[in-house]
Nanobody, 121 residues
Framework: QVQLVESGGGLVQAGGSLRLTCATS??????MGWFRQAPGKEREFVASIDWSGTTTYADSVKGRFTISRDNTKNTVFLRMSSLKPEDTAVYYC?????????????????WGQGTQVTVSP
């Protein structure tokens, strides 16, 4: 099993930046992803990174968000810049059963508890 713990969320003004951190309980070769869920909406894909470092982004965050991983520290990051009010959501870190990743919520089997990101106008 893999336990995931997110941190780094908070309140920021539009145009600002935040860096989310996902700490894994042990070294993993799994693909990792970030998802978000706004009130009244379904959980949606934000970004993913596979074991080799290949990244994928949702169109809504391309050019603004950067996902990375430090395998020596069992950590995954999501750097968010030029934040918009529509980025407000609970952000979740997730682990894929494989070293690769997909954009589908259903293809991730371990999830963190989430961290709230609020972007004010």
């Amino acid at each position: 099993q893999v336990q995931l713990v997110e941190s780094g969320g908070g309140l920021v003004q539009a145009g600002g930046s935040l860096r989310l951190t996902c700490a894994t309980s042990r070294r993993t070769t799994r693909g990792m992803g970030w998802f978000r869920q706004a009130p009244g909406k379904e959980r949606e894909f934000v970004a993913s990174i596979d074991w080799s470092g290949t990244t994928t982004y949702a169109d809504s965050v391309k050019g603004r968000f950067t996902i990375s991983r430090d395998n020596t520290k069992n950590t995954v990051f999501l750097r968010m810049s030029s934040l918009k009010p529509e980025d407000t959501a609970v952000y979740y870190c997730a682990a894929s059963p494989w070293s690769t990743t997909t954009t589908s919520v259903q293809n991730y089997d371990y999830w963190g508890q989430g961290t709230q990101v609020t972007v004010s106008p």
